[in-house]
């Protein structure tokens, strides 16, 4: 996938499990077994195709006609890391990027929000986490029809957020909000979990009691965010450590980027997978790693890939990586972790030649872990700076992660603190 002339990506080759011992106390990024992204499908939501207390599954008759129902993706582990579609000749810095696979082309009455693509017409597929929609209504509620596994939405209606909603497992017309007082409402749909609970297609969008209205525009702030378990909201929601991955305790909607997005006025796009490092997974999964899965839109889907030139660009990167790189002993060497990273950054500057980008990685390693992980990030910012790019810039999160959820993973107070920490370096680099 991703391809400079310096480096080759290094994929992790020791056995496919996640479940191995951390070293020196330090949690994982990856956190439990599942973590790394081996759950199922249906990954742990309800069963039975029980509904969420936001709303109940909308009957028959709203669903849109015509067209066949989409594979709505494959779960999974993300693939085989395979090379995908064809590379051109594109990019700056000399880095070979690859022509964007089905761009979608959506007649849906919303503005989709996150990275999809149109690789299951006439439906719109979307996978990674925060990924969803925005509509307008002058109406009631709102129903959509989707195709794919069971997944969670959080819900929010004219700026107040509502119960989230559960959705059943196969193509189904599904109540986003009913009951509301007639009128004009705008509605926001945000997938909570991330992708490796499975792909999702959406093919219809439709008012009850009403009609659907234009979508408001787009901000015109976009923050990406690069990561792992933490960048998803991994265990957020958990009362303490004893909990393991489960949908039911992961919101991205609470995570610090989506957070930092929220207070910037801004839409976030989140790529991020469990388990995922540079260049080690967490115990050292088989498996691609982030960079590998960096240009998909479909993270478990190589032929899938980002239309990058025809959307908009982020104005700030975020890369919250390295956690699972050093958290249990399959630790790279320190020169393929800053080639790996520098890599990365080539591709995000080839992609984004205007955007700040803020390397970071916390809060869950510490003691000489942590000052690995810094070092070689700093190591890999420096190599950037040192070829002209102003725009780039390592900094230490500090943030504790105090009272963690699941698996030892930051709670949403602590997801908070890193979004209120991060903020004035945000403002400091662009003038927010």
């Known amino acids: 996938m991703l391809r400079s002339s310096a480096l080759a990506f290094i994929l992790a080759t020791c056995t496919a499990s996640c479940a191995g011992t951390m070293k020196g106390g330090d949690a994982a990024g990856g956190g439990a077994p599942s973590a790394g992204g081996s759950t199922s499908s249906g990954g742990a ?18 669903t849109a006609s ?49 990275r999809n693509d149109g690789c299951a017409v006439p439906g719109v597929r979307q996978a990674w986490s925060g990924t969803g929609f925005v509509a307008a209504i002058n109406g009631t509620g709102l129903l959509f029809e989707q195709d794919g596994p069971s997944v969670e939405y959080t819900v929010i209606v004219d ?21 509301l007082p007639s009128g004009e409402h705008t509605i926001e749909v945000y ?70 997005a929220r207070t910037f006025d801004a839409d976030v796009s989140t790529v991020a997978w469990s388990g995922r490092g540079v260049v080690s997974n967490y115990n050292g999964e088989a498996g691609p790693t982030l960079p590998d899965l960096y240009e998909r839109a479909i993270p478990d889907d190589e032929t899938s890939i980002w239309d990058f030139a025809g959307n908009k660009a982020a104005d700030l990167v975020i890369i919250n990586l390295g956690t699972n790189d050093y958290s249990t002993d399959h630790d790279p060497t320190d020169q393929s972790f800053v080639a790996t990273y520098s890599a ?47 725009k780039v810039r390592a900094y230490e999160l500090t943030t504790p992660n105090d009272s963690p959820g699941c698996d030892w993973h930051p709670t949403i107070a602590t997801h908070t603190a890193m979004a209120s920490e991060l903020a004035p370096i945000v403002t400091e680099m662009l003038g927010w």
Do not use: W
């Not at 979608?104 to 009455?109: H, I």
């Not at 008012?207 to 960048?231: C, F, K, N, Q, Y």
């Open 191 to 260: 997938r909570r979990g991330e992708a490796s609970f499975g792909a999702t297609t959406l093919y219809a969008v439709e008012a009850d009691g009403g009609l659907t209205m234009t979508p408001p525009a787009a901000p015109s702030r976009l923050i990406e965010v690069i990561g792992d378990s933490i960048s998803c909201g991994y265990g957020n929601e958990g009362a303490d450590t004893s909990c393991g991955f489960s949908a039911d305790t992961e919101n991205h909607y609470m995570a610090y980027g989506a957070i930092l």
């Open 66 to 114: 015509g067209g066949t129902p989409g594979a709505g993706g494959q779960s999974g582990s993300g693939g085989g890391g395979g090379s995908g579609a064809a590379t051109n000749s594109g990019g700056s810095n000399g880095v070979a990027l690859d022509p964007p696979s089905c761009p979608t082309v959506s007649s849906l009455p919303v503005r989709l929000v996150g």
């Open 159 to 179: 700026g107040s957020e509502q119960n989230k909603i559960v959705t059943q497992a196969g193509r189904n017309a599904i109540t986003a909000v009913a009951d």
């Open 45 to 62: 939501t309800t069963t039975g195709g029980a509904q969420g207390t936001g709303g109940s599954t909308a009957s028959g008759g709203s």
């Open 344 to 390: 990365l950054l080539e591709v995000l500057r080839a992609h984004y030649p205007k955007a700040a980008i803020l390397c970071t990685v916390g809060p869950m390693l510490s003691g000489t872990d942590l000052d690995t992980a810094r070092a070689n990030i700093a190591a890999a910012v420096a190599t950037r700076v040192s070829a002209g790019d102003s």
